[in-house]
């Protein structure tokens, strides 16, 4: 069973910084890629941020440039999201999703992956930003 799990959430104040984790399990750490997204009430899912494997640079949604990093740790089966700089419109539930590699298509970035492609899901973890 493929389990993804997020931790690293929380009420940070204007200008401050969090870092997420995404935990995989129950799958091959290569087989997949990953993206962050994060919905917020009234809002569509967005995808924040994400990589694939041969991707020379990650995706990062525009008002996030410059603020939010993505990377993974292979051997620890996990992929972070370090967000600095948080603004209230960052407040949001944030969740990481994997995408079967065989869904890859070479050549399109991963931002141009619908939502609802791919295959599993974590809990997501709220992050709230004071101003």
């Known amino acids: 069973e493929v389990q993804l799990v997020e931790s690293g959430g929380g009420l940070v104040q204007s200008g401050g910084s969090l870092r997420l984790s995404c935990t995989i399990s129950?799958?091959?750490?290569?087989?997949?890629?990953i993206g962050w997204f994060r919905q917020s009430p009234g809002k569509a899912r967005e995808v924040v941020s994400c990589?694939?494997?041969?991707?020379?640079?990650?995706y990062y949604v525009d008002s996030v440039k410059g603020r939010f990093t993505f990377s993974s740790d292979p051997a620890k089966n996990t992929v972070y999201l370090q967000m600095n700089n948080l603004k209230s419109d960052d407040t949001a539930v944030y969740s990481c999703?994997?995408?079967?590699?065989?869904?890859?298509?070479?050549?399109?970035?991963?931002?141009?992956?619908?939502?609802?492609?791919?295959?599993?899901w974590g809990q997501g973890t709220q992050v709230t930003v004071s101003s």
């Open positions: 990589t694939f494997r041969g991707d020379s640079r990650s």
């Open positions: 999703a994997a995408l079967r590699a065989q869904k890859v298509v070479v050549g399109i970035g991963c931002e141009n992956y619908a939502w609802r492609e791919y295959d599993h």
């Open positions: 129950g799958v091959t750490f290569g087989a997949y890629r």
